[in-house]
Nanobody, 125 residues
């Protein structure tokens, strides 16, 4: 069974950093893209970043470029999202999701079939 488990969320002050982890089981990252998404209360789920396990291509939404970095460890079957210079508007539940490559729209939630349970990130001002 394909599963994703997120960890690493928490409460941090503005300007701080967090690293989220997404551990995959039941499949290997080599043939999948892993995306990070977030959903704040009352808002739609939005794509934050994506990495292709096949060729390492990365994608970011404009609001996190230069602050967030996605990476993968295919030996550990885990994808990371390093979040620096956090802002209160980054507060949301963060989810990782997986889909077989190629993914036509890497930051669109409808592309992804397997989802984790989410981890809360709260940035205080």
């Amino acid at each position: 069974e394909e599963q994703l488990v997120e960890s690493g969320g928490g409460l941090v002050q503005a300007g701080g950093s967090l690293r989220l982890s997404c551990a995959a089981s039941g499949f290997t990252l080599d043939d999948y893209a892993i995306g990070w998404f977030r959903q704040a209360p009352g808002k739609e789920r939005e794509g934050v970043s994506c990495i292709s396990g096949r060729d390492g291509s990365t994608y970011y939404t404009d609001s996190v470029k230069g602050r967030f970095t996605i990476s993968s460890d295919n030996v550990k079957n885990t994808v990371y999202l390093q979040m620096n210079s956090l802002k209160p508007e980054d507060t949301a539940v963060y989810y990782c999701a997986a889909d077989r490559v190629p993914v036509r729209s890497p930051l669109q939630p409808y592309e992804y079939d397997v989802w984790g349970q989410g981890t809360q990130v709260t940035v205080s001002s």
